[in-house]
């Protein structure tokens, strides 16, 4: 790649993970229930039932996952904290012994030289405020989030400068209240778009109140970014690709940046009936909560098509990695999804589109001139544990490496890319799709029914990506 900028110095090139899905210890040295930890149980709600309550004991493991991402050399590690370790009813007292796990945590990862990389809100909302007030129903949850923040802001804020506030805010927003798959498991569009302008809020709040605590620290949201393409050349696939961009993306990304929502969507969410209320002083509150970055986890891009009034609504979604088990949807009135001809797709549905990055980044330059980290990519897939104990992900590593081509050639465009952190460093629980969709270039040897003893196994993308990072850095 001669005619290709090389990544500048600083870049970090790092990986990812999010508490309930590696943590287990489920209810130890004070944790209290989260939503995840009650919703899991419920009959019927994840593939074989599986829950975190083990996970992959990182939270008794946390030496030995630290060790392997220093062997990696890991420039940055994304991790999130759990609400419910800090705060074990949500609110009022704080839980030393939680605060202290994460000391140790990041403690240990600064004297591998790994910078820590904190998500504050990885979908966790502690169970008591679900109870006690409908958790991003009511107005109560930006104070308590607020003042959740505060204190890993107050506690961590010397050491760490790196802060990801709701992690894929539409993505758990949309799940929870759109197609009643996470928790609170409601279908209902209009708690969803009320529910998701107090997530806005909170957002916003939790920055605002960053900039005395951290003032030499950045911050932003992690948004779950799919590009849209129009499936063709048809002009009412032009405006169903910009209503689709419009309403799944921007809706959001405009009100992290601007404080203001983008004027088509919000006019199509009145028509329909289902448009937040936005109260006085909102949008003051959101335009104070400004982020330095845009955070992007790209999985894979989108394709729409026109949908009649009467066309296709809510789809059904893949949580077997039974290829092809994804069924149609759209918004009626607005885009119909397509699968993208040109485009192969992993056992669960997702296209593969590593030139869909480079969109992605663009695009994010180009509208909001902000730096971006991308605090998520990777491919979830079947992976085989051979008789002599390797695993040969060669697929991850094409996944991966073209992937991070594209990045290239975004910096090249002119994008600024601060950092890149893979899904995930080891195995982890895939929410509703159980262990058996494995991300990590660390197997985790345990499955839906039997623990084993949760060996960790370095996968062949192990020694790749460590290479490729030690690579780089001579580069720079
Ligand atoms: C993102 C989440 O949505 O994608 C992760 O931030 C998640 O927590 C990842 O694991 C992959 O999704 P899934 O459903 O395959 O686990």
Not at 247 to 257: A, E, K, R, T
Not at 351 to 367: F, K, M, S, T, W
Request: proline share 5%.
């Amino acid at each position: 790649h001669a005619s290709l900028n090389p990544f500048p110095s600083t870049f970090l090139f790092g990986s990812a993970s999010a508490a309930y899905q590696i943590e287990g210890a489920y209810d130890q040295d004070g944790k209290g229930p989260s939503v995840w930890d009650t919703y899991t149980k419920l009959e019927g709600t994840t593939f074989k039932n599986t829950n975190g309550d083990v996970a992959v004991d990182h939270y008794n493991r946390m030496e030995e996952d630290v060790a392997l991402m220093a062997e990696m050399g890991l420039k940055t590690y994304r991790f999130s904290i759990a609400w419910t370790r800090i705060y074990p009813t949500g609110a009022g007292e704080v839980n030393e012994a939680g605060l202290a796990f994460y000391d140790r945590l990041i403690d240990l990862l600064l004297q591998h030289d790994i910078v820590p990389m904190v998500t504050v809100y990885h979908w966790d909302l502690p169970q008591a405020l679900m109870d006690k007030y409908g958790g991003f129903e009511s107005r109560q949850i930006i104070e308590d989030f607020t003042t959740y923040c505060e204190t890993l802001f107050t506690r961590y804020g010397d050491r760490v400068k790196h802060w990801i506030t709701l992690n894929e805010q539409n993505i758990f927003i949309g799940l929870g209240y759109r197609n009643g798959l996470h928790p609170p498991g409601v279908k209902d569009l209009k708690r969803m778009y009320a529910a998701n302008h107090i997530a806005f809020l909170a957002n916003a709040k939790a920055i605002a109140s960053f900039r005395n605590l951290v003032p030499d620290g950045k911050i932003g949201p992690s948004f779950a970014y799919g590009p849209i393409y129009p499936a063709d050349c048809k002009p009412e696939s032009i405006i169903a690709y910009e209503n689709a961009e419009e309403l799944n993306n921007h809706f959001y990304m405009d009100v992290y940046v601007n404080g203001e929502y983008p004027d088509m969507a919000m006019k199509y969410l009145e028509r329909e009936g289902i448009a937040p209320t936005v109260e006085p002083g909102d949008t003051e509150i959101l335009k104070a909560g400004k982020p330095d970055f845009m955070g992007v986890n790209y999985y894979q891009s989108g394709t729409v098509s026109a949908n009649p009034l009467d066309g296709v609504g809510e789809g059904k979604m893949n949580t077997t990695g039974k290829k092809g088990t994804t069924s149609a949807s759209g918004v009626p009135g607005l885009f119909r999804n397509e699968r993208n001809p040109h485009l192969e797709t992993t056992n669960w549905d997702w296209a593969i589109d590593p030139a869909g990055l480079r969109v992605a980044l663009r695009r994010i330059h180009n509208r909001y001139k902000l730096p971006i980290i991308i605090s998520e990519n990777g491919l979830g897939e079947f992976d085989k544990l051979t008789e002599n104990g390797e695993v040969h992900d060669d697929y991850r590593i094409d996944y991966i490496s073209k992937h991070i081509d594209e990045i290239q050639k975004a910096i090249t465009d002119g994008v600024d890319v601060l950092a890149y952190c893979t899904w995930s460093f080891t195995d982890l629980l895939s929410w509703l799709n159980g262990y058996q969709k494995r991300y990590g270039f660390v197997y985790i040897d345990r499955d839906e029914t039997d623990e084993k003893e949760l060996k960790r196994i370095k996968k062949k993308s192990f020694y790749w990506y460590k290479d490729l990072i030690a690579r780089h850095a001579n580069e720079g």
